[in-house]
């Protein structure tokens, strides 16, 4: 089933040279990982991710939290990027400055062949000392958690909520691309948490074309220029094909 990609988008981003893009748990939901706001199921459905994902959730049961984010690697590791992130890395190539800002940790756009990716929360397949905050690269999976040499838990190398983003230079990055680009879009997120949802709303006032992909409505469609209302996977193909016959 197509979806309707106007001519007037396809034109003003054949026209533009720096595009920004943002994506969310929705673009990876095609390749089989559940949103951050679907329900949890199975094991984990007893649990709430804003428990999980929390430094209170990680010092109240150290255990169960690195267990939690275990199984998702896991998860992770089995699955594949999907049409979505493909076409997102056709795109990149594209343009002459393309900002891929991703609040994904499954490193799905990597693997996709994006080159060009700011990751605002961290990379579920690196790990940190929870004290010194320094990557810990190996670790004896014996304990759970394992410690750091300096006895401190380690811990997954995300940002939990709560937490402010730990890399200053790739939110500066995000902020610089979405301050200077002509169209952006934003796939995949409910456009809820911050400082990522700001990124659109700063794009707009600097004068860009702002696009959501979403099957759902966010606080955000209202001020988009073009709310295609579908699937990642469905659009973003549609969208590069479009884009290369104009
Ligand atoms: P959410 O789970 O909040 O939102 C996922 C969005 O994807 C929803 O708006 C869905 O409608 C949409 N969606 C679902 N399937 C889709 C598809 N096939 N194609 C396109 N969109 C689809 O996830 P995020 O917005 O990424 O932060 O959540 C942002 C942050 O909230 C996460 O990074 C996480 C959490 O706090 C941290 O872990 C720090």
């Known amino acids: 089933m197509s979806i ?84 997102l890395a056709a795109l990149e190539r594209r343009f002459a400055q393309f ?5 994904n940790i499954d490193s799905l756009h990597q693997r996709a062949g994006s080159l060009a990716v700011v990751e605002l929360h961290g990379n579920i397949a690196r790990v940190k000392c929870s004290r010194e905050e320094t990557v810990v ?20 190398d995300v940002v939990w909520f709560g937490e402010m983003l ?18 952006f879009l934003s796939i995949g997120t409910s456009a809820q948490v911050y400082p990522a949802a700001e990124l659109p709303l700063r794009a707009l006032s600097a004068g860009a074309t702002i696009v959501e992909i979403n099957p759902e409505r966010t606080p955000l469609t209202r001020h988009a220029h073009f709310a295609l209302q579908g699937a990642a996977g469905k659009v973003l193909p549609q969208l590069v094909a479009r884009l290369a016959s104009a």
């Open 137 to 156: 690269n190996e670790f004896p999976d014996s304990e759970s958690p394992p410690r750091c040499p300096c006895g401190a838990f380690l811990r997954p």
């Open 4 to 87: 309707l990609i106007p001519q007037e988008l396809i034109e003003r981003l054949a026209a533009a040279r720096r595009v920004a893009v943002l994506t969310g748990a929705g673009i990876s939901a095609e390749s089989g990982i559940p949103t951050f706001r679907d329900a949890l199921t199975g094991l984990w459905a007893n649990y709430d991710p804003q428990e999980l994902a929390t430094p209170e959730g990680f010092a109240r049961n150290p255990k169960l939290v690195w267990e939690w984010y275990a199984e998702r690697r896991q998860r992770i590791a089995g699955v594949q990027p999907n049409p979505g992130h493909l076409a």
């Open 166 to 183: 730990p890399a200053a230079e790739a939110l500066a990055r995000a902020e610089a691309a979405a301050g200077q680009c002509e169209v």
């Open 99 to 103: 900002t891929l800002v991703t609040q």
